[in-house]
């Protein structure tokens, strides 16, 4: 990625027309997206979508083929893989991979100031005294924080989760509902994917809908909706609303359940 400057309020991040491949083989294709500081993003769409070489893309890992990415002077990121994507065989504790956003420190091992602020993030992320635990003995939960307070340790501007709560629990899925909506409110951008419509999506507060390409980008209520979702997923959905929140569901789930029509129905 190349600078652009962010003073003044500018753009952190900036694709434009952007195709993202692998050898020959497109997988996002011709994307406009900014990210301007301050926002919550998700980004919702079917396996096989595009999410994750998005995120990719915006972090520079993955180049344009055509278009480009542009990311503003200085603007450092944080980026929380999916769990699942990690081998937990290998032995490291979890303030040890905590440790690993040192990369390029003058000094190879951590300062004591260092694992104060280590230890500092832990305890705001609910995991006091697990530094020198294990990290494969850590649940699904705690295992999604370790790699949170990665990210965060040095303090970036802007924050990318892939599936965050993916394989974790309701009651987990709210926790991190939470700890994301603090680090927002701190002044971090997040931009996160899931395919969590109604546990995740519907509660964030800008939605983007992908399925190779931008399909829509808006509020919840705004994306969430019939005509979109069939795009998206390339399957008939209906949306309810439920205590004022879009919730979405397969034709043949709503039938069965008895519910009302979806809004906007005649």
């Known amino acids: 990625?190349?600078?652009?400057?962010?003073?003044?309020?500018?753009?952190?991040?900036?694709?434009?027309?952007?195709?993202?491949?692998?050898?020959?083989?497109?997988?996002?294709?011709?994307?406009?997206?900014?990210?301007?500081?301050?926002?919550?993003?998700?980004?919702?769409?079917?396996?096989?979508?595009g999410k994750t070489t998005l995120l990719k893309g915006i972090l520079g890992t993955v180049r344009p083929v055509a278009g480009s990415a542009t990311r503003g002077t200085g603007v450092r990121i944080g980026y929380v893989p999916q769990v699942d994507s990690v081998s937990w065989s290998f032995p490291v504790t979890v303030e040890q991979v905590v440790l690993m956003a040192r990369q390029g420190r003058r000094l190879p091992w951590a300062s004591a100031g260092e694992r104060r602020d280590v230890a500092a993030l832990l305890e705001r992320l609910g995991m006091v005294g697990l530094g020198r635990r294990h990290i494969r003995d850590?649940?699904?939960?705690?295992?999604?924080r370790v790699f949170l307070a990665r990210a965060l340790l040095d303090s970036p501007p802007l924050l990318l989760l892939d599936e965050p709560t993916s394989g974790v629990d309701i009651r987990t899925r709210h926790e991190i509902l939470h700890?994301?909506?603090?680090?927002?409110?701190?002044?971090?951008?997040?931009?996160?994917?899931?395919?969590?419509?109604?546990g995740m999506a519907a509660h964030l507060p800008d939605l983007i809908c992908l399925n190779r390409t931008i399909l829509a980008r808006g509020r919840p209520h705004d994306v969430l909706v019939p005509p979109?979702?069939?795009?998206?997923?390339?399957?008939?959905?209906?949306?309810?609303?439920?205590?004022?929140?879009?919730?979405?569901?397969?034709?043949?789930t709503r039938g069965a359940l008895g519910w009302g029509r979806d809004r906007g129905s005649a």
Do not use: C, I, K, W
């Open 1 to 49: 990625m190349t600078g652009t400057g962010v003073e003044g309020g500018g753009a952190l991040v900036r694709l434009e027309r952007a195709t993202f491949a692998y050898g020959r083989s497109p997988v996002v294709v011709d994307v406009d997206l900014t990210l301007q500081p301050g926002q919550l993003v998700g980004v919702v769409g079917p396996s096989g979508s």
């Open 138 to 144: 850590l649940s699904g939960g705690q295992q999604q």
């Open 179 to 198: 700890l994301l909506a603090e680090v927002h409110g701190d002044g971090t951008t997040v931009l996160l994917t899931t395919h969590d419509l109604n």
């Open 228 to 252: 979109v979702l069939e795009r998206t997923f390339g399957a008939p959905l209906e949306v309810l609303d439920h205590m004022g929140l879009p919730l979405v569901v397969d034709r043949s």
